[in-house]
């Protein structure tokens, strides 16, 4: 059975830095396109970052040179490393996997990970 | 501001059908077919419930349908039920971002 179980997220000050992990099972993460994607309290999704099974990584301009993805094939786990955090990244955090032409397409998502940025 | 466009709500009796339409421009929906529809429930993560804008992964019900036309992608339920209460959300592929970008999403409520 596919699953993804995200861990990390927490309340961070201002200019702060977290690691969110996305540890799945049933699946090889490092053969496929693994996503973040994030939903402020309230709003609609946003896609942040995915990594390419060959390693590739791509970025939302909104968290550009801020934040990493990463994964570790031995540990099947995804990880998203945030810094200089803002208010605005404020929201739950899903990893999920993507499949299709592209990999444009999200078919199995964590239960999310909450992360508030706030002083 | 969402880069897909779609209406707060929406609202149908049991039995009946709605459409949930989802605007964007000749970037994203109207220049390509990477289309998709995302189901979500109260604290739960997303469900994928249409790809490549009418296409249903196994296990879909068959209740549910896409389509398109121009810039604007729409998805259909027939037959409402109250577990379709929800939120819905469209997304595409948009060239200029090069990956994917979402609508706000929409809140179905069955009366």
């Known amino acids: 059975e596919v699953q993804l179980v995200e861990s990390g997220g927490g309340l961070i000050q201002p200019g702060g830095s977290l690691r969110l992990s996305c540890a799945a099972s049933?699946?090889?993460?490092?053969?496929?396109?693994m996503s973040w994607v994030r939903q402020a309290p309230g709003k609609g999704l946003e896609w942040v970052s995915v990594i390419y099974s060959g390693g590739g990584t791509y970025y939302a301009d909104s968290v550009k040179v801020r934040f990493t993805i990463s994964r570790d094939n031995s540990k099947n786990t995804l990880y998203l490393q945030m810094n200089s955090l803002r208010a605005d990244d404020t929201a739950v955090y899903y990893c999920?996997?993507?499949?299709?032409?592209?990999?444009?397409?999200?078919?199995?998502w964590g239960q999310g990970s909450l992360v508030t940025v706030s002083s | 501001q969402s880069a897909l466009t779609q209406p707060a709500s929406v609202s149908g009796s049991p039995g009946q059908s709605i459409t949930v339409p989802c605007t964007g421009t000749?970037?994203?929906?109207?220049?390509?077919?990477?289309v998709s529809w995302y189901q979500q429930h109260p604290d739960k993560g997303p469900k994928l419930i249409i790809y490549d804008v009418s296409k249903r992964p196994s296990g879909v019900s068959y209740r549910f349908s896409g389509s398109k036309s121009g810039n604007t992608a729409s998805l259909t339920i027939s037959g409402l039920q109250a577990d379709d209460e929800a939120d819905y959300y469209c997304?595409?592929?948009?060239?200029?971002?090069?990956?994917?970008?979402f609508g706000g999403g929409t809140k179905l409520t069955v009366l």
């Open positions: 049933g699946f090889n993460v490092r053969s496929n396109y």
């Open positions: 000749a970037s994203d929906v109207g220049d390509y077919n990477f």
């Open positions: 999920a996997r993507g499949v299709g032409f592209g990999a444009f397409y999200f078919d199995y």
């Open positions: 997304s595409s592929y948009r060239s200029s971002s090069a990956y994917v970008v």
